[in-house]
């Protein structure tokens, strides 16, 4: 990972870099009814977005809702037979499905409605001004994609806008400051707030997991923050395209706000395609390669896509939380001396990430590169 220093004498950290691709917002402005052979996957991938899916199928189950209230809004809440049972339920879908939705988050409704306008607004801006803040040869911060490594390679029928917002010494300002302003305002409350709800959503975790706090917050206090802003239009052949290719998220814990009510998520769920529906005033939440380390292995994150359909579009943004910079990532100590075995190898968290954006996203196969060889399935 590079670092260097900015104009304003910060230093920053260049993450990766990805192809410089077209943008998908501007292809489906035109009159196509077929789509270009870049966005048309393989048999088995686009046959996996159909066959497998159990949408409609009653016994299907559906991702877990944790009540987060129950968890953070009381002090004596800790005693109560209510927190034991909710706390219970995050730590079995942490460990069974890597994700859940969460409620009564605490997050204020107009600054959510207030940063959705505004994120739609960004992608509607002309592509002149998107321009500006395209991604450059050398960094991936920016409109774009990420992870094109080979102009081979299949391409996701998205844009996307990626930002590092915290810690502050690791943003790019120079492209933080040509966001458009109330945009900017928006996405500071926003990421402040998302940081919040991660630190409190981890002290929960580290509870259920019976690890030892204070390791957690060592962890995560000043964690590495990026938003990412997904635009998926619609799609003349969504059969053949994908909106996301099939990964896990290299973060230790994401949250996701689906702006609006177009559904695209599915996650795999004992081999099978599950749709997370968008539910009003809920957000998802994800366990990220980076916990699944922390808790030796007791939390899965998990493979998860976006399809993309012919009628309607679709926004989401994605919040990655991480460890801080100085981390070095492996399984939480305290959950070492328990289990009496390491399960993972211990990185520098630059080293890891560097790893993780050099390559074309597949499934969790970057999680192997941390797994303690005996361990390799
Ligand atoms: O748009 C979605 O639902 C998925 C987004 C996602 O997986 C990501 O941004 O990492």
């Known amino acids: 990972m590079e670092t260097h220093k900015e104009e304003d004498d910060h230093e920053t950290v260049n993450f990766g870099r990805s192809l410089i691709v077209p943008s998908v ?50 002090d004596s809440a800790e005693s109560s037979s209510t927190y034991s049972i909710e706390l219970n339920k995050l730590h079995t879908a942490s460990k069974q499905w890597g ?18 306008r505004e994120v739609l607004n960004f992608f509607k801006l002309p592509m002149e001004e998107k321009q500006k803040l395209w991604q450059e040869e050398d960094n991936h911060e920016g409109f774009g994609q990420l992870f094109v490594v080979s ?23 120079q492209l933080f400051q040509k966001l458009p302003l109330i945009l900017r305002d928006k996405l500071e409350d926003y990421s402040k707030e998302m940081r919040k709800l991660a630190m409190a959503i981890l002290g929960q975790m580290a509870k259920a997991l019976e690890m030892d706090g204070d390791e957690m917050r060592e962890l995560f206090h000043d964690g590495v923050q990026s938003i990412r802003m997904n635009y998926y239009p619609p799609c003349p052949e969504p059969e053949l395209a994908l909106g996301f290719s099939p990964h896990s ?21 004992d081999g099978k395609w599950v749709a997370i529906k968008p539910l009003p005033h809920a957000l998802v939440v994800n366990i990220g390669d980076i916990m699944e380390i922390v808790s030796n292995g007791v939390y899965k994150s998990i493979e998860h896509q976006a ?71």
Request: glycine share 4%; proline share 4%.
């Open 25 to 74: 917002q501007e292809l489906a402005k035109q009159p196509l009814t077929k789509i270009p052979l870049r966005y048309v996957r393989q048999f088995h991938e686009s046959h996996s977005l159909s066959d497998d899916d159990d949408d409609d199928d009653p016994l299907t189950p559906s991702v877990p809702i944790i009540d987060l209230s129950n968890l953070l809004e009381t």
């Open 99 to 116: 994700f859940f939705q969460v409620i009564n988050h605490g997050i204020n409704e107009s600054l959510l409605e207030d940063f959705k």
């Open 151 to 173: 102009e081979e390679q299949k391409l996701d029928w998205s844009d996307m806008f990626y930002i590092t917002t915290l810690p502050h010494n690791l943003r790019k300002s």
């Open 249 to 269: 998220d290299a973060d230790a814990l994401t949250i996701l706000y689906q702006l609006n009510e177009t559904e695209g998520l599915r996650i795999r769920k």
């Open 307 to 377: 399809t993309v359909n012919s009628n309607n579009e679709r926004f989401s943004v994605a919040t990655f939380y991480s460890s801080n910079m100085g981390t070095e990532l492996g399984p939480a100590r305290s959950l070492v001396a328990k289990h009496k075995v390491a399960n993972f190898r211990r990185v520098p968290l630059e080293e890891y990430f560097k790893g993780f954006f050099a390559q074309k996203l597949n499934g969790k196969s970057y999680l192997d590169f941390m797994k303690c060889q005996e361990n390799i399935t």
